[in-house]
């Protein structure tokens, strides 16, 4: 992806990131969430460290990842969440395996050894760009939340860092 860099995201880019969240979340197979929250509540949930944008040539953000800390609790410390979001203009270039691996380097460093995600089976994309960013399948979480009426499994991945034992 010559044309497509990534950077630490911004308070700057919060606009961009948001407006690509909610197309996710309109898409109806990222998340069990409907809205997409303000910009102090996104800040708020997700460990600044952690937070990278995608930019393509002309400079705009077409992608971002995040991760927020899966408990308080000292024990899972080196235990996080993330997401993945690319606008769907930019999807199919790789933009998110850039993100996720930029991502991997950046919790790798910070001893960080677990990076789980759940992701609904029907997104196939998804399911796929983990297993080949090394995450495995943990197991399905069978109706375990109710979106736009209906119940829906999430399918619970992991990728365990080789490097920090």
Do not use: C, K
Not at 17 to 25: C, F, K, R, S, T
Not at 57 to 79: F, H, L, M, N, Q
Not at 105 to 112: F, K, L, N, P, Q
Request: zero cysteines; hydrophobic letters at 45%; charged letters at 20%.
């Amino acid at each position: 992806m010559v044309d497509v860099t990534v950077r630490p995201m911004t308070d700057a880019d919060a606009d961009r990131v948001l407006a690509i969240y909610q197309a996710g979340l309109d898409a109806g197979n990222a998340s069990f969430e409907v809205t997409a929250p303000t910009w102090s509540a996104f800040d708020a949930a997700r460990l600044s460290a952690h937070r990278f944008v995608a930019v393509d040539r002309p400079g705009a953000v077409v992608g971002w990842v995040a991760v927020s800390p899966i408990s308080t609790r000292e024990v899972y410390a080196g235990v996080v969440e993330h997401s993945v979001y690319v606008d769907p203009a930019a999807q199919g270039r790789g933009v998110a395996r850039l993100l996720l691996d930029a991502l991997i380097t950046s919790t790798e460093a910070a001893g960080i050894w677990t990076i789980q995600s759940g992701v609904f089976p029907e997104n196939g994309a998804s399911l796929a760009l983990h297993e080949r960013a090394g995450f495995r399948v943990v197991g399905v979480r069978e109706r375990v939340g109710r979106h736009h009426g209906r119940w829906r499994d999430v399918v619970l991945m992991e990728r365990r860092s080789p490097t920090i034992t």
